[in-house]
């Protein structure tokens, strides 16, 4: 089954053609990055506009690429949120209106379930059940994922997520937007042993970025009026510890206690080099599967958004036409 999904929640105007929910024969990412790098941040109106701009020739490049014609297409998937409302807009009328005209299912996908997906890309074998921790911009949740589609929500943030907290440290640190991967970057050149942070702990499963988030701006700003020399990189590197150190204590701490040896992570943040290898080494001493997706599935792309739609297509689970663009969405348990 060929279904094409199209994602343009944020910046980022994506269209892919997934096979039978795995084989990626096609994933056009469109970014937007370096119109909104100069504003420090996306400038939600100028999204939109773009992706207005790009939508039609994006989707043709990916059916292009993949070599086939629109009429193959058995069915199409798209993100209704959550996002910016004017950008998940366009993405979601064009889904629409190609099923229509197309006569094909149309699938509404939640984003932040979509990047779980990225894992059963990536890994064509891969089934639940998987504890998933899930790391973007706007969200941090760790999941016990039961069956495709069938989750529990364990733990979530209770104030920043996890990528915006890289987005405002590199923001604060004249670093350039996105953070994620400018924090990354720089920190592989400091002392992460420098300076002691707040873990983001809350206690249980949950986290809390805002303090940690504080911590270091105070600190910078106390170095800054001390006139003391310091490092960007050593604050990059002490910072990026206290995330990573938090995500992977309790990443390890679900799956011992729920005996699921099995962890993946999603999200833009999952591209992080330090994330992907603490997890992976701490995965191994207790004998855990780790599975990382591939870095152009981490951040946002349209193949998972297909991956997804097609997992609910089997299950006959289509959207109707009045599926509306939601802008804020929590991700909360979800049984059959
Ligand atoms: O999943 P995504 O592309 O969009 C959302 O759904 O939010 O995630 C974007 C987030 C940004 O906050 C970005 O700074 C972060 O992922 N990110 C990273 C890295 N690459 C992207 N964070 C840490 N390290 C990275 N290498
Ligand atoms: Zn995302």
Known sequence: MLVLGIETSCDETAAAIVKDG????????????EIHNQFGGVVPEIASRKHVEKISYVVDMALKEADIDIDKID????????????????????????SYARKIPFIAINHIEGHIYANFITYPKLKPPLIVLVVSGGHTNLIILEDFDRYEVVGKTRDDAAGEAFDKIARYLGLGYPGGPAIDKVARHGD???????????????????????????????LNQRRENFKVEDVAASFQKAVV??????????????????????????ANSKLREELSKRCSEHQIEFYVPDFKYC?????????????????GQTSSYT?????????????E
Not at 299 to 315: Q, V, W
């Open 22 to 33: 795995r084989e990626v024969l096609s994933n056009i990412v469109y970014s937007q990055i």
């Open 75 to 98: 069915a199409v998937a798209a993100t209704y949120g959550p996002g910016l409302v004017g950008s998940l807009l366009v993405g979601l009328s064009f889904a629409k209106a190609l």
């Open 192 to 222: 992460e042993e420098k300076y002691k942070y707040p873990l983001a702990d809350v206690g249980g499963y949950n986290f809390s970025f805002s303090g940690l988030k504080s911590a270091v701006i105070n600190h910078v700003h106390t």
């Open 245 to 270: 150190d938090t995500l992977v204590e309790k990443t390890i701490k679900l799956s011992l206690e729920s005996n699921i040896k099995r962890v993946a992570i999603a999200g833009g943040v999952a």
């Open 299 to 315: 951040t946002d792309n349209a193949a998972m958004i297909a991956s997804a739609g097609y997992f609910k297509l089997i299950k």
């Open 323 to 335: 599926t509306n663009a939601v802008p804020y969405i929590s991700l909360v348990s979800k049984k």
